[in-house]
């Protein structure tokens, strides 16, 4: 069927349903309050799981679904009704149990796509079915557009443009939200065992600041004033931690003005955490039980099976590399915190690589995902980055020109990042200036001087360790999909 020949029929239908919505009001509600459910769809099938055909359980149910298929065979009808997990019971709708004019309702109102109440019998079909043998039926939306072909995939389009639809038809959409859930209860499980607590910092700002991303910006009316909406809640967790919170973390929602690919959301979910006393190396080891505590709780192993079958291994202690060394063997050329910027520069040029900001730390990051980036497989932390792409972590303890900070890349792409923090009031400052050196260059990434962050830490941040990961790249890790898929309503243009 063609786009136009579809979108025909669709409207055709809708006034067909319409008119039976019409004759559903005549007759009482098309749209009740409520109906007198017993039990799910889920439960019987958990509680009925194998019977012979022709078993009559002796317990009499009222479930509601969806319609999801229809079979009408005169004086017998089926219908197939799916719960929100995607459960599924058949109801029969049989003359000598309803009588002629429920029966005669029932063929005439009810459409594929309605929200069905039935009450009646638990029984097994002459196939073996566990099936509703209905004496009661009540509609409890009527559903005036029709379902999608459930026999054919959706469009990535409108799965993403339409979730609701995907939830319906897909069970792999069904399983994300599932999985999400699942991964997101066991992180605060996991900060719960290690004595953590869980807080909430704004979302509406004065000023950028936590990250090096573009903002969105808005304004209040009311305090006349621009604002910025949170590209991270790094400024403000560390705040609590001068205060003496010292095990804390945040599961929240961050906005960033970049372009949407396979692994980047203008809208997305982050989880980041503070411990005192804790640095880097600590960090990276929180993070590793927090995930491997995740495919745990979404999938029951540290073996991950994707949607789409593929196995991936989270399990065993994660591999630890360094940047610069790593880098010089993957190019064959010795390159260090000290090689002279032309080089770094003739390099990427010979490569036709393209550096966003002409500043010595990002063409060494740019050279290590050209080289080593694409070798990495199992999950491993890329430690000790430059100084000058790490303006809120601390310098390197024993090796001068770069700071203590970790990537975590799991499957070619960047999940997670850990700091040992920079609890310097003094460096802090400097680091600032140099950062609005480069926002007053044009640097739209580029954070500003934040003075009253400044004055909380000249109160005293102690050793501090953080870690900053992504919610929506943790589902990417534990389903396979890309970052559209795990999330459930993402912003398409």
């Known amino acids: 069927m063609t786009d136009a020949a579809e979108a025909t029929d669709t409207v055709e239908q809708r006034e067909v349903r319409l008119g039976k919505r019409q004759r559903l009001l005549e007759q009482g509600e098309a749209y009740p309050v409520g109906v007198p459910v017993t039990t799910t769809i889920g439960s019987l099938r958990e509680r009925f799981p194998e019977l012979e055909p022709d078993t009559r359980t002796g ?22 009704l799916q719960s929100g997990d995607g459960s599924r019971i058949q109801a029969m709708v049989a003359l000598d149990s309803v009588g002629d004019t429920s029966l005669a309702d029932f063929k005439a109102l009810v459409d594929l796509g309605d929200q069905l109440f039935v009450a009646g019998d638990v029984i097994t079909s002459r196939r073996g079915e566990l099936s509703i043998q209905v004496d009661e039926w009540r509609i409890a939306a009527k559903a005036l557009l029709p379902l999608p072909n459930l026999h054919s995939e959706l469009s990535e389009e409108t799965r993403v443009r339409s979730r609701y639809l995907d939830l319906i038809v897909r069970p792999e959409a069904r399983r994300m939200v599932h999985a999400r859930a699942a991964a997101v209860s066991s992180l605060r499980a996991t900060f719960a065992r290690r004595g953590f607590i869980e807080l909430e910092t704004p979302m509406l700002q004065t000023q950028q600041g936590g990250a090096s991303a573009r903002p969105f910006r808005t304004a209040s009316r009311a305090y006349d004033t621009d604002l910025f909406l949170r590209i991270a809640p790094e400024l403000f967790l560390k705040r609590a931690a001068v205060g003496g919170l010292e095990r804390i973390f945040e599961i929240n929602r961050n906005f960033r003005d970049e372009n949407p690919d396979a692994t980047h959301s203008p809208e997305f979910a982050m989880l980041e955490a503070y411990e005192a006393y804790s640095d880097y190396q600590g960090m990276a080891d929180l993070t590793q039980e927090l995930v491997q505590q995740s495919a745990l709780a979404a999938g029951g192993s540290e073996q991950i099976e994707w949607f789409d079958g593929t196995r991936f291994d989270v399990g065993g202690t994660w591999d630890r590399i360094s940047m610069y060394p790593s ?78 900070k970790w990537d975590l890349y799991v499957h070619g792409f960047e999940l997670a990042t850990g700091y040992s923090e920079l609890a310097d009031p003094v460096i802090q400052r400097q680091r600032f200036v140099e950062q609005a050196a480069l926002a007053a260059q044009g640097d739209p990434e580029a954070m500003r001087i934040d003075e009253d962050f400044l004055r909380a830490l000249e109160f005293g941040l102690p050793p501090t360790g953080g870690m900053g990961m992504g919610i929506d790249r943790l589902l990417m890790v534990l389903t396979g999909e890309n970052i559209r898929e795990t999330i459930l309503f993402p912003l398409v243009k």
């Not at 009222?62 to 229809?70: K, P």
């Not at 990002?362 to 430059?386: G, I, N, S």
Request: charged share 30%; net charge negative; hydrophobic share 40%.
């Open 327 to 404: 880098l010089s063997e993957a190019s064959g050329i010795e390159i260090t915190p000290e090689t002279p910027l032309s080089e770094l520069v003739a390099l990427t040029d010979r490569l036709e690589i393209e550096v966003p900001h002409p500043i010595r730390g990002k063409y060494v990051e740019e050279l290590w995902e050209h080289f080593v980036k694409k070798t990495l497989e199992r999950p491993t932390f890329v430690m000790d980055f430059p100084v000058d792409t790490s303006p809120l972590v601390r310098d390197h303890r024993s090796i001068p020109g770069v700071v203590e």
């Open 59 to 80: 317990e009499r149910a009222g479930v509601a679904g969806r319609v999801v298929h229809l079979r009408n065979t005169g004086k017998l009808c089926f219908a197939a």
